[in-house]
Nanobody
């Protein structure tokens, strides 16, 4: 059975940083496209970033480019989202997502992912 478990969320002041982790069990992350999706209260789910299988190409939504970095540690079977220069509008529940079917490349759109973690809350506030 596949499990994606996020950690690393919390409360941070504007301009601060957090690193989210997504650990997988029953599933080898580097063989699949992996993404981060967030949902703020009352808002639609928004794709934030993704990393493709094997070669690890990355994509980001425009609002986080230059501030967020997605990466993968194959030995730990974990994907990370380093978030710098955080803004109040980054406040949301962040979900780790995965596409179970083999695919080339990746896209941030949530509809492309069929495996979801339970989410971790990120709150950016002074």
């Amino acid at each position: 059975q596949v499990h994606l478990v996020e950690s690393g969320g919390g409360l941070v002041q504007p301009g601060g940083s957090l690193r989210l982790s997504c650990a997988a069990s029953g599933f080898t992350l580097d063989r699949h496209a992996i993404g981060w999706v967030r949902q703020a209260p009352g808002e639609e789910r928004e794709g934030v970033s993704c990393i493709s299988s094997y070669a690890g190409g990355t994509n980001y939504t425009d609002s986080v480019k230059g501030r967020f970095t997605i990466s993968r540690d194959n030995a730990k079977n974990t994907v990370y989202l380093q978030m710098n220069t955080l803004k109040p509008e980054d406040t949301a529940i962040y979900y780790c997502v995965a596409k179970s079917a083999p695919t080339l490349g990746c896209t941030v759109h949530p509809r492309n992912y069929d495996l979801w973690g339970q989410g971790t809350q990120v709150t950016v506030s002074s």
